[in-house]
């Protein structure tokens, strides 16, 4: 059965026929490490979009008229729209987790199973949305193809070059789910040109999470301790002399605590968001890992017979996995596991 791992297990596939090749790379090894890291933090990422709106209950002024029950509204909130929420981001991660399974599954000549079936991981697309927005028609376009050569691989059990086939034919689906956009354009020094994301996985964490929860939750912050720092301003500082000294002191307290709790709670969301800036960085160096693998998988084959593999299920010889293209490939995997390295220790450090 297949255990819920992070979206840098797109790499998964060729580590694994690596090391299935009698290749005992550092490479292969790191990249086993560094993945247990990143497995915790997309989960506790997903999570936090939950969590977010649980830290906002705390900053209702409950002295306020109708502060209790205001701060009750906003839990049951919490629980009928960010609870969903955080499930269904998780949900659709974990139809790229499963393809990546399924992948590292053929690498290792293990039978493929899963724990949701088709059909469901088919309607967690279509149910997919982050505060009530759908993600574009590139993302449904992407996550269905991906759930198609998910479902090829399982039920028809296809064996041989699938690996090489799954990793050529679903790169340009990959790229759509994650980023919203269809595949980059090339530069003229053969450099990909990736496009800010429109709707993608990455976009929901940048547009729905931080523009959108991570800012809720500091306008909460913001309004819930300047209505103290109003009445601290109002407040008469008194000339100071005996009798009124330790009020006195007590006043500058007051402020300097407020001050250093109000510090630390925007600190907070500030940490939240650059780790959410890391994760999505991470979303998209491994985007761009899988088309460098592709581009070695498609060396030597005509574009026609791509072509023709990705929509007929047609035959077709890949290039050997020689010596050199091993090299390149580790070279690959080693810049990738150095990239993500300090990311995952941002968002683990946040989490």
């Known amino acids: 059965m297949f255990k819920k791992k992070s979206l840098i297990s797109i790499v998964i596939p060729a580590a694994v026929l690596l ?17 247990k890291i990143v497995e915790q933090a997309s989960n506790d990422f997903a999570e936090d979009i939950y969590q977010s709106c649980l830290r906002r209950t705390r900053y209702v002024n409950l002295v306020a008229n109708n502060g209790i029950s205001t701060r009750n509204t906003l839990r ?7 609870r969903p929420d955080s499930e269904k981001f998780k949900s659709a991660v974990s139809i790229l987790i499963n393809y990546m399974e399924a992948l590292g599954a053929i690498a290792s000549g293990k039978d493929l199973s899963l724990d949701n079936s088709i059909e469901n991981l088919g309607q967690s697309i279509k149910d997919f949305s982050i505060r009530g927005e ?10 269905s193809q991906i759930l198609k050569v998910l479902s090829d691989l399982v039920t028809k059990k296809i064996r041989g070059n ?4 799954a990793i050529v034919c679903t790169n340009e689906p990959i790229h759509k789910y994650v980023t919203g956009n269809s595949v980059p354009a090339t530069d003229q020094n053969g450099f990909d040109l990736y496009e800010p ?24 912050i913001n309004n819930y301790y300047e209505d103290y720092f109003l009445i601290l301003n109002k407040l008469d500082a008194p000339k100071i002399n ?3 000294y330790q009020l006195f002191v007590d006043q500058i307290t007051v402020g300097d605590r407020l001050t250093a709790d109000y510090n630390k709670s925007l600190e907070i969301v500030a940490e939240k968001e650059q780790a959410a800036r ?4 991470i979303l998209l160096n491994t985007v761009g890992t899988h088309n460098k693998l592709r581009k070695e998988f498609e060396e030597g084959v005509k574009p026609q017979d791509i ?7 047609a035959k077709v010889s890949f290039k050997k996995i020689d010596d050199e293209k091993m090299k390149r490939i580790q070279k690959i995997l080693n810049e990738y596991v150095a990239s993500v390295k300090p990311l995952v220790e941002q968002v683990d450090r946040a989490f």
């Open 19 to 35: 090391a299935s090749c009698g290749a005992n790379f550092q490479s292969v090894e790191n990249f086993s490490k560094t993945r």
């Open 76 to 82: 049951e909130s919490c629980e009928t729209t960010e």
């Open 134 to 143: 759908k993600p574009n028609a590139n993302v449904v376009e992407g996550g």
């Open 162 to 165: 699938a690996l090489q086939k």
């Open 197 to 220: 994301a429109t709707g993608g996985l990455t976009f929901i964490v940048e547009d729905n999470y931080i523009k959108g929860t991570l800012r809720i939750e500091a306008d909460a």
């Open 242 to 244: 005996q009798s009124n």
């Open 278 to 281: 890391a994760y999505n960085q």
């Open 307 to 313: 072509e023709r593999l990705c929509q007929v299920n």
